[in-house]
């Protein structure tokens, strides 16, 4: 066994980390900090359209479609790098929707064809895209969905409503999940690529958010819209399949995000632990306040472990179903948890905007909801476990 990263992956992590420092820290134009960005909830298109010009989108999209072909754990690397080199979360969310929930499933499930139409301008950052599952009404229950896809000739049309759907507002490919026979639930649910345009495809202005408010979200309505049949993303009925393959990426992926911001938070605190004196000596040195930090550390570490376990366990062709679900928990608990104890280090500084740490708690909060709810988690490990 083997806990290290080869020198090739350090290399690798440590030019993601430079790259998020250097070129993701400030925008040339207005809102240019993440905090500014925070307020208006404006995407950092320009941070967006450089993480293209670096790879970040080409991560694991083979060369032949003008990606890297990087496996699961150089992503989950990159992710991690980027999540302690930039702080705009909102940033980073959107390019993980775009990656791990929309070129993914192309990847997996797409034909020759639907590849070599979209990927390339994925890439590229010339295409955003999205994944509309989520209903008014069909939320962890996912499969209960009511967007209804009916044949009709060579085509398919769909009729619906969806939300909180990450990047709808800026998506221009959007995955939409629809039933082409409720009667059979899961087993009805397809996979539909539609673009921004198509005739009766409406988006909702952006919702207003407690966290991540630099990642656009919004709703998506469908009414009668037509779409061809080799639009199909899979086969009918695949939609299912289509979803659990890509969480599972999600699950380890967008979460190496939260675990880097966890590093970053660590190395802030400690120094602000340091520096920050109150009856004559650094509050570091008060125990109610390094054990705290302490346990910051052992949130991370044992994070770290649990996430990698499941991008080694990806990346050599195993299923991830339990381990995903124990990393997906894991994480976010252990990222409100570090964020909330980075606010309480901070006193009433790290109440107020300015310290910049209260953002990162409420952005922490949705990582509990998104990819599936804690509580849906645990259900999975509880069913995993024969219960
Ligand atoms: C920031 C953000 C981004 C998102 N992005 C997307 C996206 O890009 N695409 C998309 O399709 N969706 C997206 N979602 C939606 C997300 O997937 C859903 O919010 C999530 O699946 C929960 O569904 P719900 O909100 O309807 O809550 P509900 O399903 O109504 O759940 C409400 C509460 O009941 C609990 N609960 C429900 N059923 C059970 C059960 N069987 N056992 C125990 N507890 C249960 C839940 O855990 C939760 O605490 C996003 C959500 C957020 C917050």
Redesign the pocket.
């Known amino acids: 066994m083997d806990f290290g990263l080869s020198e090739e992956q350090s290399a690798f992590k440590k030019s993601v980390y430079d790259f998020a420092k250097k070129e993701l820290a400030s925008a040339s134009a207005e809102p240019k900090t993440t905090r500014e960005r925070d307020k208006v909830g404006g995407f950092f298109r320009e941070g967006f359209d450089k993480c293209a010009e670096f790879g970040i989108l080409a991560l694991p999209v083979p060369e032949q479609y003008g990606g890297l072909g990087k496996d699961v754990v150089d992503c989950a690397l990159a992710m991690q790098a980027l999540g302690r080199g930039c702080t705009d979360s909102g940033l980073l969310f959107t390019i993980s ?1 775009h990656v791990f ?1 929309c070129e993914i499933p192309l990847l997996q499930f797409g034909s020759e064809e639907q590849k070599q139409r979209f990927l390339p301008r994925m890439v590229k950052g010339e295409l955003i895209g ?5 209903e008014p009404e069909a ?4 499969f209960s969905l009511t967007t209804s896809a009916e044949k009709r000739g060579d085509r398919f049309v769909l009729n619906g409503q ?1 939300t ?4 709808a507002p800026i998506a221009d490919l959007f995955l939409v999940f629809a039933t082409t026979n409720r009667a059979r639930g899961w087993a009805g649910v397809t996979g539909f690529l539609v673009e921004r345009g198509a005739k009766g495809l409406s988006v909702g202005k952006p919702l207003e ?1 407690m966290g ?1 408010k630099t990642s656009p ?1 919004g709703e998506v309505v469908l009414e009668d819209v037509e779409v061809p049949e080799d639009m199909v993303l899979g086969r009918v009925g695949q939609g299912s399949a289509i979803f659990n393959a890509e969480m599972e990426w999600e699950r380890s992926c967008l979460f190496a995000l939260h675990l880097g911001a966890m590093e970053r938070q660590l190395e802030d605190t400690i120094r602000y632990a340091k520096e920050r004196k109150q009856f004559g000596q650094p509050i570091g040195s008060f125990q109610a306040v390094s054990h705290k930090i302490a346990d910051m550390k052992v949130r991370i570490e044992l994070a770290e472990l649990v996430l990698l376990k499941v991008a080694w366990l990806k990346a050599k062709g195993s299923r991830a179903s339990l381990e995903s679900a124990i990393s997906k928990l894991f994480v976010s608990e252990s990222f409100v948890q570090n964020s909330l104890d980075a606010v309480q280090i901070r006193g009433g500084y790290g109440y107020m905007a300015e310290y910049e740490v209260e953002r990162d708690l409420r952005d922490a909060i ?1 990582s509990k ?8 988690q645990k ?1 999975i490990i509880a069913s995993l476990l024969g219960l």
């Open positions: 929707s929930t999205c994944h509309a599952m989520s939320g962890s229950d996912a969806k909180f759907i990450s990047n958010k991540l979200t949705g909801i998104y990819s599936g709810t804690n509580e849906i259900n």
